[in-house]
């Protein structure tokens, strides 16, 4: 199984020599024949020109660069574009992580996988934050992995499932799960970041992680059956408009007419009615969607030929 090693990069001048270093000690102690491929999201603090001025010494790192920043999911898809592996691995470049750990997946991965997860032990700065968005990402896709962002070992055909959206290279493993693919996770040691400064803080990440993981659930479950959804919506808002109907006539009974709850069935029953007609026509987009498309290696796992 062919080695591919993705390592996006922004303005990570500082970690540059010493990740190359890295890498190149484990090659000589390892004796490993993997692909290496930098890809600098538009670095503005001189990446680049560090990366071309140390490549003689490291002639088979493939360097990428990004006319501006797109942010780290065009960053894997750039990757995943130049590279020539069976098996993809998502490796920062502040060193966080080590190659060493990534071999131990690897090797997890040849047992039957599809994709391995790291895991992280060790000190954590936002290990808070990410265990509440752990812990919501498990409910609401029922998966048995308990570090969603973290460096992971994967198939190709994996990360060519990703969408071109921003942030969303946090959703490879729901996005693999959803396809049935066999995941595990190894655990993995977390290295204290010796320079730079991270790329992920702040409250606005926080919310933004949150609403797409919604975004990610609704396109995973409820657009596969839009009836489903929106009919369920459909039958609430018909249901609310009759005991509004049943109440406005007791109280027309009574001699307490109140013309504004007409107003309110009006709404209720209108909104049933868009309701039903936002599911059928989410059917039929879903239908064509749906149709079997030549490329089906997502979906089959293995076939018997003459």
């Known amino acids: 199984m062919k080695i591919s090693v993705l390592i996006p990069a922004y303005n990570e001048k500082e970690n540059l020599e010493e990740l190359l270093n890295h890498i190149h000690k484990f090659r000589e102690k390892e004796d490993i024949d993997w692909e290496f491929i930098i890809i600098d999201d538009g670095s503005t603090d001189g990446s680049f020109e560090l990366l071309k001025k140390l490549h003689g010494r490291y002639p088979y790192i493939k360097v990428i660069k990004h006319r501006r920043n797109f942010g780290l999911t065009e960053a894997l898809l750039t990757g995943l574009h130049h590279s020539t592996g069976d098996a993809l691995v998502f490796f920062p470049a502040d060193l966080q992580f080590h190659l060493e750990d990534v071999k131990k997946m690897v090797a997890k991965m040849e047992e039957g996988y ?52 921003k942030g969303w290279h946090r959703y490879i493993i729901p996005l693999a799960h959803e396809y049935g693919y066999r995941m595990a996770e190894v655990q993995v040691r977390l290295y204290p970041r010796m320079r730079g400064k991270s790329k992920f803080k702040g409250l606005w990440r926080v919310i933004v992680g949150v609403t797409d993981l919604i975004a990610v659930k609704f396109q995973l479950s409820f657009i596969k059956s839009p009836m489903l959804f929106f009919g369920t919506l459909s ?21 307490h007419g109140y013309r504004p709850i007409l107003y309110v069935v009006m709404t209720f029953v209108i909104g049933s009615l868009i309701f039903l007609t936002m599911g059928s026509l989410g059917e039929m987009i879903a239908g064509l969607r749906d149709r079997p498309s030549d490329d089906e290696k997502f979906k089959v796992e293995d076939k018997i030929e003459e």
Request: glycine share 6%; no cysteine.
């Open 235 to 255: 039958l609430i808002s018909f249901v609310l408009g009759i005991i509004t109907f049943l109440i406005a006539l007791i109280l027309r009974f009574m001699g």
């Open 114 to 165: 599809d994709l391995v997860a790291g895991k992280k032990k060790g000190k954590y700065e936002k290990k808070f934050v990410s265990s509440i968005y752990n812990l919501l990402s498990k409910k609401l896709f029922n998966i048995n992995v308990s570090d969603m962002n973290s460096i992971k070992v994967m198939k190709r055909e994996i990360l060519e499932l990703l969408p071109h959206r």
